[in-house]
C-alpha cells in the first residue's frame, strides 16, 4: 500500500550511485553462471562452442557486451566509490564522487562500443 | 494579498485524504498552510510545531515524498502546479493526522549511548576545549542535529530493518566519540557495533540529501564503521 507517507523521492546522486551498484552486481552475478559454461564447452564440446562463438560476431551479442562492461565499469567505480567514502573521511565530496564514478563508467562504456563498431 | 486556491492533500489516515483549499501568500511555508487549514477548515487536524524558525525540530513531515522541516519549507518551492500532499512522517508509527510517535527514535538515541558520558562534577572547573582540533572539528560538524527525525524518514534501511538505530542517533555517538568531554568511547563503540548498528548502513545518501541543517549523517556512520574496524584489530592483537 502506497500512501503519502509511504512514497520517498530517492532522485538525488547517492542513492543513484548505490542503486547502480547493486543492480550491476546483481548483473554480473547473473551472467558469470553462464559465461562459465560456455567457456566449460572447451572442454565438453568444442564444436557447439565453435559454434557459439561464431554467434558472438552478430550486432546482438556485440551490443550486449557493450552492456556488460558497461556493468563491470559502473561496478568497478561503484565499489572504489564505496570504498573511498568509508575508508577515507572525506565529506561534502561524496556527491561530486558518485557523479564522477557514473560518468567515468559511461565514458568507458562508450569507448568500447566505439571501438566495436 | 490571496491570489490563487493551494490544493493541499493531507493524509488523515492508512487510506484516508482529504483535500483543502487554502489561499496562496507570499512567502508562505508549508506549516503556515496547515495552520491554516486547523484554524479555518478543520479543527480537529492534529500537527506538531513549536519554535516556526528551524530551532525546535518537532514539525517534519512527508511532503510530496520528501521528508522536510515544514516551518522553513516555502510552499513556492515544493508545489506541482498548486498541488501539495502533505503526510506523516515515514518510519515512524503515526498517533493522528500528521503526529508521529517520535518514541522510537530517541529511544535508539540512548541505545546508540547518545549521552553524554561526563566526568566531571558541577564542582569542578568546566573542561577547556580546544576548538582547532581535528576531533573538535568532526565533532562540531554534527551538533547543529536539531532531532527532527527528517533522516530517520527518509533512510530506506530503517524501513528494511526496524530496529536499525538510524542516521540521527549514530550522527550522535560519532559527534561523543570525538568530542574530548565524553569519556566512554568503548561503551560507544560497542553500542553501535552490535546487529542494530552502522554497519548495516548501505550509503545510500538520503540522510545526508534531506538532512534540513545540512549535515551529513551518511560520512558520520562511515566514521564510525572505520573505528568500529580499527578497535575490533586492536583487540584482536
Known amino acids: ?117 | 494579498m490571496a491570489a490563487d486556491l493551494l490544493d493541499i492533500k493531507i493524509q488523515r489516515g492508512p487510506d484516508k485524504y482529504e483535500t483543502f483549499q487554502v489561499p496562496s501568500h507570499a512567502s508562505q511555508t508549508v506549516l503556515d498552510v496547515v495552520s491554516w487549514v486547523q484554524q479555518n477548515a478543520d479543527p480537529t487536524l492534529s500537527y506538531r510545531f513549536a519554535c516556526r524558525v528551524g530551532m525546535c525540530g518537532s514539525c517534519a513531515m512527508m511532503v510530496n515524498g520528501v521528508p522536510r522541516w515544514t516551518c522553513r519549507t516555502h510552499i513556492s518551492k515544493v508545489s506541482k502546479g498548486n498541488a501539495v500532499t502533505i503526510g506523516p512522517l515515514r518510519n515512524l508509527p503515526v498517533i493522528k493526522d500528521l503526529v508521529v510517535d517520535m518514541d522510537p527514535f530517541f529511544d535508539k538515541w540512548i541505545a546508540a549511548e547518545g549521552v553524554h558520558h561526563g566526568s566531571r562534577t558541577r564542582d569542578d572547573p568546566i573542561a577547556p576545549v580546544d576548538t582547532s582540533t581535528p576531533a573538535r572539528v568532526t565533532a562540531n560538524a554534527g551538533i547543529e542535529c536539531i532531532n527532527c527525525a527528517v533522516c530517520f524518514a527518509a533512510c530506506d534501511t530503517v524501513t528494511g530493518s526496524a530496529d536499525y538505530l538510524g542516521p540521527a542517533a549514530l550522527q550522535r555517538a560519532w559527534t561523543l566519540l570525538n568530542d574530548t568531554k565524553d569519556t566512554a568511547a568503548a561503551t560507544i563503540l560497542d553500542a553501535v557495533s552490535d546487529r542494530n548498528g552502522c554497519h548495516n548502513c548501505h550509503a545510500m545518501g538520503s540522510c545526508t540529501a534531506y538532512c534540513p541543517n545540512e549535515l551529513d549523517p551518511m560520512s558520520a556512520i562511515a566514521g564510525l564503521k572505520r573505528e568500529t574496524a580499527k578497535s575490533l584489530l586492536r583487540r584482536r592483537r
Not at chain 1, 502506497?2 to 547473473?30: D, E, V
Open chain 1, 1 to 117: 500500500m502506497k500512501t503519502a507517507r509511504n512514497i520517498i523521492s530517492r532522485a538525488h546522486p547517492l542513492w543513484n550511485a548505490y542503486i547502480l551498484h547493486r543492480l550491476s552486481g546483481l548483473g554480473l552475478a547473473l551472467f558469470l553462471p553462464v559465461h562459465f559454461w560456455v567457456l566449460a564447452m572447451a572442454v565438453t564440446a568444442p564444436a557447439q562452442l565453435d559454434g557459439f562463438l561464431h554467434l558472438t560476431e552478430t550486432p546482438v551479442v556485440k551490443l550486449a557486451e557493450v552492456g556488460l562492461v558497461f556493468l563491470l565499469a559502473v561496478h568497478m567505480f561503484g565499489g572504489l566509490r564505496l570504498m573511498a567514502l568509508e575508508w577515507l573521511p572525506w565529506s561534502p565530496s561524496q556527491k561530486t564522487m558518485a557523479a564522477l564514478a557514473t560518468a567515468l563508467s559511461f565514458f568507458v562504456a562508450a569507448l568500447f562500443f566505439l571501438k566495436a563498431i
